[in-house]
């Protein structure tokens, strides 16, 4: 007797099927479980989650629901890995309440409500949504002190039918890769503020900043503040966190104990192109401009906190061509890389001996 | 010919590809000033008259980036100069006057202010090549009276004796930027 043939091609949309049914129940089981689970007397991890570059072109997911399956897959993520993440009603209390908008400046007050609400920890994760990926940049700080513990980045792929999948085990590998990225640090704090754009969206900036971090935080067993902290501080007190004078200098060394502030400025080089700052949640109709970036300069320079003079300076230059490889193969560098590339360039500038004064 | 006459032709050579090569720049240094008072010094924006918006704010830190190199003076934090600018209601694009330099210099409590003023940025036609190219010049000015202790303009590009000989890429803009600013404060320093 002839058996029915087994079509492979159904049997694997089943299956996926299957698990993409299955997948929202087993993200909200992970937090809802750790939350009861949270030991007393320990701090919990307040996650936020953050898009930007977001509307455009994806057209495979909903934004709301991209936002709330990243919220919980980072919060099951935090869970399975012995964290306790605040529930997510009391971080949308705590944004609502110090209308915490995006993660570029967290304010003093904020810090503290999040001591009064239980947390220690902070979890950012900055969601950049192009054409046919997601880019997740995140970073974990103490909301004591401003001290970032690690900072680290990821990817994937968005088409398809399994991007629900490819998106949750990208934001797992995430934290995975913030938890292994801690390490003890000591010293007098570095204080790198936010990287300031001219000729560049918010969006870019904020990647540069996050290749700024990693930069600092791979090279350095010194603490390092978070640039949106430190930005917070200065704000909260009527200082441009973008150009800071004297006050705002003495500000980050009374209260930090910051003995320099780093600053960078990321500088088109198209003599054409401004690109004007927009809300970031706004969906946009053109493409993304973090996903072409130009070629740039990147501007460092460090100032004592005490004197208010510039220690030192240094430049890059980065060029957006692609790289020719071998056999005149090109590679091409996602914005991300560039300006990655860029910034560790500038940082192991300043870092060489004999060139800082 | 004689060994002499070859010597001669090739000093001649030699000197017409240097002279090819030979920066251009026009400096001038107050006679009557004695430039040992001067310990703190702030850089104030620069004058943006290129078609590039953001040529003077590209230049600007290559400026001071050179400027610490020379580790001759303490530069105050541009951040700081800007705020003092601000309250002094000063905007980037406004030349100077000397009461407004006096008044800069009690702000920020430096000796002397450098200023700038980029006059082209970008790409120059050299015969049949494209070459980045840039003209500057920069100013130091003593804050006691306002008065010019320091000018120089410079013109630089990115064509070489070399590169016109066996062809190649123009340096980068950034790379011109710097030989420029590079050489107008080797005629200070």
């Not at chain 1, 503040?225 to 200065?234: H, K, N, T």
């Not at chain 1, 906190?305 to 590679?331: I, K, M, S």
């Not at chain 2, 850089?43 to 600007?60: E, I, K």
Request: with cysteine.
């Amino acid at each position: 007797m002839r058996r029915p043939s087994r079509n492979p091609f159904l049997s694997r949309t089943g299956a996926a099927a299957a698990v993409l049914a299955l997948l929202p129940c087993l993200t909200v089981a992970g937090p809802a479980v750790a939350q009861d689970a949270a030991p007393d007397g320990v701090g919990r991890t307040c996650v936020l989650l953050f898009m930007a570059g977001a509307g455009y072109g994806s057209g495979v997911a909903d934004l709301a629901d991209l936002r709330a399956l990243g919220e919980q897959e980072l919060a099951g993520a935090l869970a399975r890995s012995g964290d306790a993440p605040l529930p997510a009603d009391a971080t949308l209390d705590l944004q609502r309440r110090f209308r915490v908008r995006d993660g570029r400046l967290l304010t003093p007050l904020f810090l503290a409500g999040l001591d009064s609400a239980g947390a220690q920890r902070l979890l950012i994760v900055h969601l950049y949504v192009g054409r046919d990926g997601i880019e997740l940049a995140g970073r974990t700080l103490r909301a004591a002190t401003g001290l970032v513990e690690s900072a680290a980045s990821d990817a994937c792929a968005l088409g398809g039918d399994a991007w629900r999948i490819d998106f949750a085990t990208a934001c797992r590998r995430l934290v995975a890769a913030l938890a292994a990225a801690t390490r003890p640090r000591t010293g007098e704090p570095v204080a790198p503020l936010a990287v300031h754009p001219l000729g560049f969206d918010a969006a870019t900036a904020q990647i540069a900043t996050q290749c700024l971090l990693e930069a600092v935080l791979a090279d350095t067993v010194r603490a390092v503040l978070d640039p949106a902290v430190l930005g917070g501080a200065l704000a909260a007190e009527g200082i441009d966190p973008r150009r800071p004078d004297r006050s705002g200098l003495e500000l980050l060394a009374g209260s930090f104990g910051a003995p320099e502030a780093t600053m960078v400025e990321m500088i088109t080089r198209d003599p054409d192109l401004i690109v004007q700052a927009t809300d970031d949640d706004a969906p946009s109709s053109g493409p993304a401009s973090w996903e072409t970036v130009r070629s740039f300069s990147l501007h460092l320079r460090a100032v004592d906190t005490g004197t208010g003079l510039v220690t030192a300076a240094f430049d890059v230059d980065q060029d957006n061509r692609p790289a020719a490889g071998w056999f005149g193969n090109v590679e091409s560098n996602t914005p991300r890389r560039l300006i990655a590339a860029a910034m560790h360039r500038l940082w192991d500038a300043s870092r060489q001996p004999g060139k800082v004064r | 010919m004689e060994p002499r006459v070859w010597k001669r032709i090739a000093l001649a050579f030699g000197l017409a590809a240097l002279a090819g090569c030979a920066p251009q720049t026009v400096h001038f240094v107050h006679p009557d000033v004695d430039l040992g008072f001067v310990r703190r010094c702030a850089v104030v924006p620069f004058q943006n008259l290129s078609s590039d918006r953001f040529a003077a704010a590209r230049l600007q830190p290559v400026f001071l980036a050179e400027l610490l190199q020379t580790e001759a003076l303490a530069v105050v934090d541009p951040g700081a100069t800007l705020v003092a600018y601000g309250r002094l209601g000063l905007g980037p694009d406004t030349p100077l006057t000397p009461e407004q330099v006096v008044a800069l210099g009690e702000a920020l409590e430096v000796q002397a202010i450098f200023t700038g003023a980029v006059e082209d940025y970008g790409q120059r036609r050299s015969g049949g090549d494209q070459t980045n190219a840039i003209t500057a010049s920069f100013s130091m000015l003593e804050t006691e009276t306002g008065t010019m202790v320091w000018n120089a303009q410079v013109s630089r590009d990115g064509s070489s004796f070399w590169r016109k000989l066996f062809g190649g890429d123009s340096a980068s803009q950034y790379d011109v930027s710097r030989r420029a600013v590079r050489d107008a404060l080797e005629s200070l320093f």
